[in-house]
């Protein structure tokens, strides 16, 4: 240990408490500290995996004077741990309250928790969850994190290696700015585990919406900017299974936007691969532009990409099969910022490596639309909180309510419709026929106008196509809630379309439904909309 003077702001590490769970990274920085002079403290599976690497180390309960017991929930929990942790080391009364209680300094906490959300995540039974709820390490990180003046506290692995380095360019002595931000990820490390037990907690009990929720995230990564430059974004991960957690094979680094984009197609293939059929679907500005089941994967993607060639510039493609070289290749016809698959084989991967800004995601399969879970949206002074919309329909649960009723190519298209509107902006309309969208209406304010809007596009694609009339011709509309007028129903049937498919509920239904009989129409209710704002 160098003796030479501290410089204010400094302070020596003369004394390191070690208790962990993960042991990644341990020995080394065990090492480390033992070659500066550091004494170690610990107890049980640490201690002992020090001592296995030849450390000297001494027990937490030589420090305590108290032995551990009721299976070891009462080791750290005592007056010389946290007296050694909490004592203001300039306080003169703190000061001579440790020489009379025989308290000893602690200038460094080493500490991860239990692993509860892991042992949560592998399905554990009721009662080894609860014991894995740590109580003494938050109790010490808060400790050490309170006195970050005096402390050092390490709470992730990963700040190990470089705190070792700090020491080492200090003389063996911590300085305050790591100190301070060593103890700002302290306290987020022990709210997010509350948060994590709380959440469990409210789900044993079956309380969806609990008096206090908290939630936490994972910084997964940083963007250099959000939905516009002048915002700031970063990603924080608070579940596996999304886009995240998928393997990013090329492209320049993922945007805000990329990722908000990304996860509507991915949300949306994963609820088209239900069909059983090779799936695609196309999205711009978190809306889709084309959505399309085929006999393959270049068949899906290629209807997929006719319902609106001008939106899909740009846009973001998700596909529920390992991507084949037939479906990279006319993927690669136009720019597209990002492509996400189960899989791409090596020769596709070539392929894409000559588009070096376009991003190639691997996903772990795709969504299950069935999974839950919550959306949660800010708004000024708090926070919206929902369940995700799961709700689906078979085609019993359907109501004919007009004299004519759908065909069997209506029925199926009118179900693909369906699931493809639940992804749509309200006020959504989606045109099907043949398992492809033909036309889609987003985000308007009149529910007219989206299924004029869906209309007119379907009428520019067939111009620029070449054919002789719109592909809204014979098919079939899904509206993502009921009509309130006749108006919107009677502008889908001058398109073209034979069949329609909405909730229902309007106080004028019976208007609506006249004017469907009159038209020819099939329309069948669900009971059920698909709100998305």
């Not at 879970?373 to 995700?388: S, W």
């Amino acid at each position: 240990m160098n003796d030479s003077p501290i410089p204010s702001g400094l302070v020596a590490v003369k004394r390191a408490l070690i208790s962990v769970s993960d042991k990644t990274g341990l020995i080394e920085a065990a090492s480390a500290l033992a070659a500066m002079g550091v004494e170690l403290v610990s107890t049980g599976g640490t201690a002992r995996a020090m001592r296995e690497a030849g450390l000297a180390v001494r027990d937490v309960a030589e420090l305590t004077g108290f032995a551990e017991m009721m299976d070891g929930r009462v080791k750290t929990l005592h007056p010389k741990v946290h007296g050694g942790l909490l004592a203001l080391r300039d306080d003169p009364e703190h000061v001579a309250a440790m020489s009379a209680h025989g308290i000893e300094a602690i200038d460094l906490l080493v500490c991860n928790l239990y692993p509860f959300e892991a042992t949560v995540a592998a399905g554990a039974d009721y009662e080894t969850c609860v014991e894995n709820i740590d109580i003494g390490g938050p109790a010490m990180i808060r400790a050490a994190a309170k006195n970050h003046g005096h402390v050092a506290v390490v709470v992730e692995t990963d700040d190990l290696a470089a705190l070792i380095e700090t020491l080492k360019a200090n003389g063996g002595a911590s300085d305050l700015a790591t100190r301070r931000r060593l103890a700002g990820k302290a306290y987020a490390r022990t709210a997010a585990y509350d948060a994590a037990v709380s959440s469990w907690f409210a789900e044993q009990l079956g309380e969806p919406f609990p008096q206090r929720l908290a939630f936490a995230g994972e910084k997964a990564m940083e963007m250099r900017y959000g939905e516009n430059p002048h915002q700031r974004a970063a990603y924080y991960r608070a579940a596996g299974g999304g886009v995240a957690d998928a393997e990013v094979v090329q492209g320049k680094a993922l945007s805000y936007n990329n990722i908000n984009d990304t996860d509507a197609a991915f949300a949306l293939v994963g609820e088209l691969d239900q069909f059983g059929k090779p799936a695609c679907a196309i999205i711009k500005h978190a809306n889709p532009c084309g959505a399309a089941l085929g006999d393959n994967l270049a068949e899906a993607y290629r209807a997929a990409y006719a319902c609106d060639t001008t939106s899909a510039f740009g846009g973001i493609v998700a596909l529920n099969r390992p991507l084949d070289v037939e479906t990279a290749q006319e993927v690669l016809k136009i720019f597209t910022e990002v492509v996400i698959a189960p899989d791409a084989s090596d020769e596709v991967r070539a392929l894409f490596a000559a588009k070096k800004n376009l991003r190639l995601l691997i996903a772990d399969g795709v969504p299950d639309p069935q999974r839950g879970g919550r959306v949660i949206r800010q708004v000024l002074g708090g926070y919206l909180v929902q369940d995700a919309d799961t709700g689906h329909l078979s085609p019993d649960a359907l109501k004919v309510v007009t004299k004519r009723a759908p065909s069997e190519v209506e029925l199926s298209d009118l179900l693909f419709a369906w699931r493809v509107a639940k992804h749509v902006k309200s006020n959504a309309i989606v045109y099907a026929k043949g398992g492809a969208t033909v036309g889609v209406g987003a985000g308007q304010m009149s529910r007219l106008d989206s299924t004029r809007i869906a209309a007119r596009k379907a009428q520019d694609m067939a111009e620029g196509l070449g054919l002789a009339e719109p592909t809204t011709r014979g098919s079939v509309v899904a509206s993502d809630a009921f009509f309130p007028f006749a108006d919107g129903l009677l502008a889908a049937a001058e398109a073209g379309a034979t069949a329609i498919i909405q909730p229902g509920g309007s106080i004028r239904d019976d208007e609506v439904i006249a004017a469907a009989d009159e038209a020819g129409l099939a329309m069948v209710f669900t009971g059920m909309r698909h709100f998305r704002h």
